[in-house]
T-cell receptor, first 111, second 114 residues
């Protein structure tokens, strides 16, 4: 079983739609959680951290459910520019900042 | 001014050859990483160095040898290249003393082994 699992998609949605991605992680000792965004043929970049209480950044909302070991990302009012791959990232409790990436969920927003 | 820069960006070579990828960061970070992203887009950590000291060494064939001459540089040397080594290799850096989860990635080096 992979340490961090995501539905690869693609998720095809029209502009303006709301879309949600989930991610599950296997190690219950995982400490911290993040969403990264990767555009086609580009490097990954941090999108947002995921806090236990949930957090929002504009149209993006991230939530963490430690009991069920999953993380979610909700995007409201999708824009064409949101088309990208969204990577779920978990920091394992190794004493060092070892980030483990999920395989990513591809989002395609169409006009 | 590029924060994390890798060279070369593209590398096409024959099986059995030896090649190196260089990485430099000007962010003053203590920790640097090499990640491999395969054709299925899975991004997997290979190595991590903190102040020139190896701290993470995943299950990577010993044909791969990282070298960190100073904390701003982390190079990756690959011996006896195989077809399965074809991938995009990303270098990244982060400040060690803050567990922010933010890695700063280079643009990647796309290696194709023929």
């Amino acid at each position: 079983r992979k340490e961090v699992e995501q539905d690869p998609g693609p998720f095809n949605v029209p502009e303006g739609a709301t879309v949600a991605f989930n991610c599950t992680y296997s190690n219950s000792a995982s400490q911290s959680f993040f969403w990264y965004r990767q555009d086609c043929r580009k490097e990954p970049k941090l999108l947002m951290s995921v806090y236990s209480s949930g957090n929002e950044d504009g149209r993006f909302t991230a939530q963490l459910n430690r009991a069920s070991q999953y993380i979610s990302l909700l995007i409201r009012d999708s824009k064409l520019s949101d088309s990208a791959t969204y990577l779920c990232v978990v920091i394992m409790n190794t004493g060092f900042q070892k980030l483990v990436f999920g395989t990513g969920t591809r989002l395609l927003v169409s006009p | 001014d590029t924060a994390v820069s890798q060279t070369p960006k593209y590398l096409v070579t024959q099986m059995g050859n030896d090649k190196s990828i260089k990485c430099e960061q000007n962010l003053g970070h203590d920790t640097m990483y090499w990640y491999k992203q395969d054709s299925k887009k899975f991004l997997k950590i290979m190595f991590s160095y903190n102040n020139k000291e190896l701290i993470i060494n995943e299950t990577v064939p010993n044909r791969f040898s990282p070298k960190s001459p100073d904390k701003a540089h982390l190079n990756l040397h690959i011996n006896s290249l195989e077809l399965g080594d074809s991938a995009v290799y990303f270098c990244a850096s982060s400040p060690y003393d803050r567990n922010t989860g933010e890695l700063f990635f280079g643009e990647g080096s796309r290696l194709t082994v023929l």
